[in-house]
């Protein structure tokens, strides 16, 4: 029997709902709290690389996700030149296995719906409006204490609250995550038909400029400056004028930009808690433990990878001592470390303007080490 009979998530992201899904169907009580007063609607897009979806594929929602979704195996590379020049494509790795895409792009509300409905369908209860504020944990159970001031009691607590995690710092994990000196604008258009695949562009305006198609009709496009203060400012106006070093697909994405399309501006970060995510009974998982850059797309996989660690330790294990933690740790840190610092170099190589780096080689490193099961 499982060491724990009822588990209480702290957040209902990528990371929270996976391991929502994987806890409840081997037949464990667990409940959601989640802060907001309903499922978000609003995001972006994102890209989902082979070794998240393998384990979308063990949540079994991997056929809907595809119906979504737009997926390909290969990325370009392409000049900042008028014409957008394609310098190369290039056949990724399939880190999730053969049978699966390298990378699946997806409308953000549309991911977390398919994992939300396969969370409830497991018999996961999600309870909105459930801001959690402390963590008190009595060595024989923990307590997740909301914003009213209401307890309510697991036999484990997973801290899957995000990269400003409130249950890390009240279990007294000090590490935050810092910036790593890039910010990044996004936008949600229209898909144009040549754009079937990643393409990114180094240089030009900016340090990057990408997109990803996440549909039959959407995709998101991306370009990565300096990160700089960027309040109160017309993100389609400088996005679009910031775009005018791209061609090719760019010219009908800047057409979108002019049409209004909603424009988000984040800094990258970067963070990693150096050391067990546990303290007791709780235990914190995806950006709540690690966040980086996504210059290789792979926080949410790292996060959903996590999840099913965590999950399949918590169900194999018949008593909730130090060894599931060890385990825990064992098979998680040092993955995450390399994916954190192979993803803030690929950055900061940029930043420092070397030009000789060898971004296949880690590139190529990164992908087969993640191809590796978690
Ligand atoms: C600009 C940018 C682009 C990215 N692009 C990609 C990409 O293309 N591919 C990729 O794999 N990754 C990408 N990532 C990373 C990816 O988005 C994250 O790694 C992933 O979403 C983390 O999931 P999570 O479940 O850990 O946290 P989150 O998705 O942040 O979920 C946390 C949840 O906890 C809730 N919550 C927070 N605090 C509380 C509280 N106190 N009480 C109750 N609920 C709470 C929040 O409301 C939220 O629902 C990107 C990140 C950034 C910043």
Known sequence: MAAVEKVGIVGSGASGLTAAVLLA???????????????????????????????????????QMEAKGFAFSTLGLRAPDPDGTVLAVIDD????????????????????????GRAVDAGVRIRYSSHV?????????????????????????IGADGIHSRVRREIGIETEPESTGMGIWRAFVDRPEEVVRT???????????????????????????????????????????????????????????????????????????????????TVIIGDAAHSCPPTIAQGAAMAVEDAAVLAELLIESDQLDDAVWQAFSARRLERAREVVEASVQLGQWMLDGVTDADVPGLLNRISNRVKEPA
């Open 133 to 157: 504020t402390g963590v008190k944990d009595d060595g024989e159970s923990v307590a997740a204490v909301l914003s009213d001031g209401a307890t309510r009691h697991y036999d484990v607590l």
């Open 199 to 281: 393409d990114l562009t180094y240089g030009g305006r900016c340090y990057i400029a990408g997109y990803c198609p996440t549909g039959e009709h959407s995709m998101y496009a991306y370009l990565v400056e300096d990160a700089q203060d960027r309040h109160d400012v017309d993100g389609s106006r400088i996005m679009t004028e910031l775009a005018t070093s791209y061609g090719g697909p760019w010219n009908e994405i800047r057409k979108s930009l002019e049409a209004g399309a909603r424009v988000n501006y984040t800094h990258f970060t970067a963070h990693l808690v150096d050391g067990p995510w546990n303290r007791g009974r």
């Open 25 to 63: 169907d081997a037949g464990i009580d667990v409940e959601i709290l989640e802060k907001t007063d309903g499922p978000s609607t609003l995001g972006s897009g994102i890209t989902l690389q082979g070794n998240a979806l393998r384990i979308f594929k063990q949540l079994g929602i991997r056929d």
């Open 93 to 116: 790795i399939r880190t999730g296995g053969e049978d699966l895409p390298s990378t699946l792009g997806m409308n953000r509300p549309e991911l977390a719906d398919i994992v939300r």
